[in-house]
């Protein structure tokens, strides 16, 4: 089973700072790398993805860092909101016949107002 | 509107009383994948279709079974349903295989079964 390991398993970050949510992966192969948000009560959804021929990929207040070299990509949410608090789950996949997306154990963010 | 829509939303039943977890999606898409959701160990797959009539095992397929006789359902069948498949289910699907950024998985809003 290709891994994607995920940390922390949960985090509190006050209005306005930044939250920070790293993933690690073994399988060089994989080159696509989503995270997917999670609100209570929903199904995840697609927020933001990055290919690894760039190293960081922003929109609006979310961007994705990502360093080839030690297999490792990065959620950063600036100017957190009470509103980003939901599950956050890193995933990663490989292009090839079979191959479907591999999730991380994911992240629980509160941002306290 | 686009969606995948599940049913039903909760479920309790008992130790080996067979269920059904409804799975329909109206994208056309011709990806999709059951998961289930436990605390601390995130979103596991329990099998995934590429299309009508092909399915195939994910990472968590014991206890249960899939069909994919249209392109629009994906049913999930747990014929003998034991404690340890008490969950949090979702169903997804995608055009691609929800690997690229231009298909996405689409997940449904879940379904809380408890097994008691």
């Known amino acids: 089973q290709q891994q994607v390991k995920q940390s922390p398993q949960s985090l509190i970050v006050q209005k306005g700072g930044i939250s920070i949510i790293n993933c690690a992966y073994e399988n060089t192969a994989f080159d696509y790398f989503p995270w997917y948000q999670q609100f209570p009560g929903k199904g995840p959804a697609l927020l933001i993805a990055i290919r690894p021929d760039v190293s960081e990929k922003k929109e609006g207040r979310f961007t994705i860092s990502f360093n080839k070299s030690a297999k490792q990509f990065s959620l950063h949410i600036m100017d957190s909101q009470p509103g980003d608090s939901a599950t956050y789950f890193c995933a990663a996949s490989m292009d090839s016949g079979y191959s479907t997306l591999t999730f991380g154990k994911g992240t629980m963010l509160l941002v306290s107002p | 509107e686009a969606q995948v829509t599940q049913n039903p939303r909760y479920l309790i039943t008992v130790t080996g009383k067979k269920l059904t977890v409804t799975c329909s999606q109206n994208m056309n898409h011709e990806y999709m994948s059951w998961y289930r959701q436990d605390p601390g160990l995130g979103l596991r797959q329990i099998y995934y279709?590429?299309?009508?009539?092909?399915?195939d095992k994910g990472d968590v397929p014991e206890g249960y079974k899939v069909s994919r006789k249209e392109k629009r359902n994906f049913p999930l069948i747990l014929e003998s349903p034991s404690p340890n498949q008490t969950s949090l289910y979702f169903c997804a699907s995608s055009q691609g295989k929800g690997d690229r950024v231009n298909s996405p998985l689409h997940f449904g809003n879940g379904t809380r079964l408890t097994v008691t």
């Open positions: 279709s590429m299309n009508v009539e092909v399915t």
